[in-house]
């Protein structure tokens, strides 16, 4: 049974490819024809004719005076066919164009709440307008959870500054470059220009914001390379708070100098100068390569991209990069 099932297989495989060609068997009324469409050879054509009548028990074509010509049976597979043939080349070879006007679909982001005030907002302008009739959420979960996520789909992209992220199989495209700005209220009683020395900016008391994918640990790594310490007196996980906690206390805080921008106008805060220098760091967009080809993530990594590179500085808007940068695969390790 399981041979004649294979047999079957094989036999109505070639007749699929026959029945795909303008001018199959039917067509020319010859297998040896039929075998040059199908580039096999006349008695291999012939031996496949002869399992598949022999799998279906009717001879599927009969010799008349007109030449050979197919039976009931025949025509009625042959219709069989053609329609899963059809079904084939739209369901599974052919997959239709994205259409962001039409789709319905939801986008899951990952990235931290200075993301979400730089990024977001832009990228809803260009959604209401393009994809009206998509959603947007963002989530926000640990460095250890996303790479798994990103794998299942439960997340699409993930946005910052992940180098922890750089793995096999993990897509990585660079948006822009970003720096640090410290923070601190007007009339504060010891910074009072937009500049300070590491001796005072050492003597003051820190609010710490940590936010995962935020580049903070870049500006830790260079204190820690000066043998040097700070005070933090107050340690908190996101920045929404900051405004207000900034211009109502003595303390300083060092956030990305895209927030420090956004803080300024926010509250009455004044924007300085950090005393060390720190490399610039880049943020990015990362994605599974198991969705790399999906026509949806396309689309909005492509969208993203085009929003953020580029982009000239001032206004809030983020640095130009002077190119599109394409995406990258990390390498496998072998």
Known sequence: MRDRFKHLIAACRRAALALG????SIATQSVSKAADLLCLSQPAT???LQRLRRSLGDPLFVRTPAGMLPTARCIKIIQGAKKALEAIKT????EPPFDP???RREYVFSMNDVGEMALLPRIMVYMAKHAPQCNVRSETMPLQELEAALESGLVDMAIGHFPKLEKPGIFKQRLFQRSFACLVRWGH???QQDRITLR???GLSHLLVKPQGSGDELFEAQLKKLGVQRRVQLLIPHCMSVPRIIAETDLIVTVPDTAAEYFSRMANLRVIKPPINVARYSISQYWHGRFHRDPAIQWIRQRTAEL???QNKGNGQTPALGHAETAHRVPSRL
């Open 21 to 24: 060609s303008k001018d199959s």
């Open 46 to 48: 012939s031996l496949a």
């Open 91 to 94: 369901e599974v070879l052919g």
């Open 101 to 103: 006007a039409a789709s």
């Open 189 to 191: 009683p010891v910074v």
């Open 200 to 202: 005072t900016f050492l």
């Open 308 to 310: 953020f590179q580029n």
